[in-house]
């Protein structure tokens, strides 16, 4: 067991581990095995930079190497691992044949080894840039689920750009192989490129396996023929261009026909206005000398490109593809914004720095202000972000106090729902959620808000049973619920949280299950309290109604009855013939009154509910006798309280 484990542990970090390996060999020759000759040049033979007096004495920028050291520039050009200044170290010769707009010179230098402006140049490229791709690259590899062919494109596009992005920094010297590493790269990038913007973001419909197999293979062809420099010198130029044109066209069909996809790929394609821009730009100032010691730098724009990725992929817009890691986002735009301000300082500083000596203590000055920097600004700048980027209205840590103070003022559902939905939901990166209030009345739960889900998938009872019974276990299977949280008060169920798809994972770790867990008690004490709540409404709702048929009857009865009685009594009135029917209708009246009087409030009341209740059942028995009515319930003096009335028997009732 222990083996298998081990074996496991070490295929996991196999990868990540072998392409690092190669980008540290490669930063390694950059600036250890690569000699510094006082100039540098393109793999074209064009003198693109000079960095000592003594080769500007012989150089002019924009010569073109015609021989160096005996070796013709057409072996360098045809070879790709023929290395012109290969073992020169400091106080060799240099022989150099050159052409310029003159014509052909000769010139001769002495390798003037380690100096600042050229180690400066080497510094800042795009050789960091590679980096940054394996970074990407890495968070993907161990952190995107699941494991599908997206998953493993977006991993093989960061480490093949990785790759083929160091090894062409150091191609010209052909140091290491570089320029085969650089042409097998990128012929083996075009298929990945392609085959990832079909897939990413969302799927366009499916292809033929057979038409990415065929693809695969030219890849894999072109790159051996290109290793056993058996192709074209430059057509790997030509798959570059196809891999990034075929990606961007893939995008903007997305853009046109796919509507629904339009952030993600407006993101993607915003990351790549974004890095290309000022490096065109500045590149043209640099070539027309403004700038000249800042224009190194531009290429830290670079870096939004695999950063996009990441957003695109943490936005969870890619239909069950999530990224498995919370903050990783801040950390990674925090690394670009070190790098910017360290890539912005270099330049202004190198006049200053005249001996590896100072170059040593600078770095380790700005290693210390870089850690003070970290220490004091990183949480500010991860606020930031998780505010304004990742939209996250409030800290998990400040969550709780601030959530109780707000559900104290909480009295009915939607006052509830809106508390959770715009606080703790999004606070949390919660997508899915639902929350059920068990009462003991029907219906047996209420819907108390849906985040994500529609009625269709709210569990039936049998089903909340079942999460009920599981006690807040995580990823119930067969259901979209990733955690069911029941909620009890005096062992009694009245509610239900259910929490499914969740920013930047599904995963819910234990601290956030505690802080869920007592977010839940809160809101089961805000439900207890709701549900009484509801009840005093109800109740006052009742009585409301009860008053209001009160009034009703009394005005159906008073227009009916005794309305009528008084009309009829007063034509009688002048009639003295009909004196004895007068007497009648008075005496009918009198006792209609009477009865509405006794049915709005019995005046037995006041001498306890006991005997107002035998009261009652005597008035019954007289006025149904065909009924037979008991009253089975033990004498009591206890009486009715009145508004501002006496609780205990009056006077009269105890014989005074």
């Known amino acids: 067991m222990r083996s298998s484990g081990l074996y496991r542990v070490l295929t996991q970090f196999l990868l990540p581990a072998l392409v690092l390996l190669v980008l540290l060999v490669y930063t390694y020759a950059r600036f250890f095995v690569i000699p510094y000759l006082g100039f540098q040049y393109f793999g074209t033979g064009e003198v693109r930079a000079l960095f000592t007096p003594a080769a500007a004495e012989q150089i002019h920028l924009g010569d073109f190497i015609l021989e160096a050291n005996g070796v013709p520039f ?11 200044f290969e073992g020169v170290s400091r106080g060799d010769r240099i022989q150099l044949r050159l052409m310029d707009a003159q014509g052909e010179h000769a010139a001769e230098l002495v390798s003037p080894g380690f100096n600042l402006p050229e180690f400066v140049s080497r510094l800042i490229n795009t050789w960091w840039l590679s980096y940054a791709f394996w970074v990407a690259g890495t968070i993907m590899f161990f952190h995107l689920r699941p494991v599908d062919v997206r998953r493993n494109l977006l991993v093989a596009f960061s480490y093949l750009t990785a790759i083929w992005f160091m090894a062409g920094s150091i191609s010209g010297s052909t140091v290491y192989y570089s320029a085969v590493v650089l042409r097998v790269g990128i012929w083996l990038s075009l298929p990945v490129y392609l085959h990832l913007h079909w897939h990413f973001p969302k799927p366009f419909r499916k292809l033929p396996a057979l038409l990415w197999w065929a693809l695969y293979a030219l890849g894999i062809a ?35 026909r796919q509507p629904e996809q339009r952030r993600e790929v407006g993101i993607l394609l915003l990351a790549v206005v974004i ?3 000022p490096v065109m730009l500045l590149s043209w100032a640099n070539a027309i000398g403004v700038l000249a010691n800042l224009s190194g730098g531009v290429v830290i724009s670079l870096i939004i490109w695999p950063g996009a ?5 943490y936005r969870r817009q890619l239909g ?3 990224l498995r890691a919370n903050r990783l986002i801040s950390f990674y735009l925090f690394f670009v914004l070190l790098f910017i301000i360290a890539l912005v300082l270099v330049p202004l500083l190198s006049p200053y720095l005249q001996s590896p000596e100072q170059v040593a203590a600078s770095i380790l000055i700005t290693g210390l202000l870089v850690s003070l920097f970290n220490v004091y600004a990183f949480e500010r700048f991860q606020r930031f972000v998780e505010r304004k980027l990742l939209h996250i209205p409030m800290p998990p840590e400040r969550l709780q106090h601030s959530f109780a103070g707000k559900l104290s003022t909480s009295f009915t559902r939607q006052n509830l729902a809106e508390i959770v939905q715009q606080q703790v939901l999004p606070s949390l990166l919660i997508r899915q959620s639902a929350l059920l209030h068990l009462g003991s009345a029907h219906p047996a739960h209420q819907v108390v808000y849906l985040q994500g889900v529609d009625t269709s998938q709210v569990p039936d009872s049998a089903a909340i049973a079942a999460l009920l019974a599981e006690g807040g276990q995580q990823d119930p299977e067969g259901t979209w619920v990733q955690l069911a949280i029941p909620m009890h008060v005096s062992n009694r169920p009245v509610g239900l949280w259910l929490l499914g798809r969740k920013d930047p994972d599904d995963y819910y770790s234990y601290a956030e299950r505690r802080l869920l867990q007592s977010l839940a008690d809160q809101m089961a004490i805000a439900l207890i309290n709701i549900e009484q709540a509801d009840n005093l409404r109800a109740l006052h709702q009742r009585s409301i109604d009860d008053v209001e048929a009160r009034r009703a009857f009394m005005a159906r009865e008073l227009h009916d009855d005794v309305l009528a009685g008084i009309n009829e009594l007063v034509s009688l009135g002048g009639q003295p013939e009909q004196a004895a ?31 107002a209740l035998i009261e009652l059942v005597d008035v019954l028995s007289r006025d149904k006798p065909q009924v037979q009515v008991s009253l089975l319930l033990p004498e009591s003096d206890q009486c009715l309280r009145r508004a501002g009335g006496p609780t205990r028997l009056p006077h009269r009732a105890t014989g005074r």
């Open 74 to 84: 057409e072996d360098y050009d045809q070879s790709l691992t023929t290395n012109w």
């Open 222 to 256: 072109m790159a051996m023929l290109s290793a056993l420099q058996i192709a074209p010198a430059g057509i790997y130029g030509v798959a570059l261009l196809l891999a990034v044109l075929g990606s961007l066209l893939l995008l903007l069909i997305r853009l046109v």
């Open 275 to 277: 890095s290309l821009v």
């Open 309 to 313: 990725y990441l957003y695109v992929v």
């Open 320 to 322: 069950g593809l999530e």
């Open 581 to 611: 029917r007068l007497q009648q209708h008075h005496e009918a009246l009198s006792d209609r009154v009477r009865q509405l009087i006794y049915r709005l409030r019995p005046a037995m009341l006041d001498y306890g509910l006991y005997r």
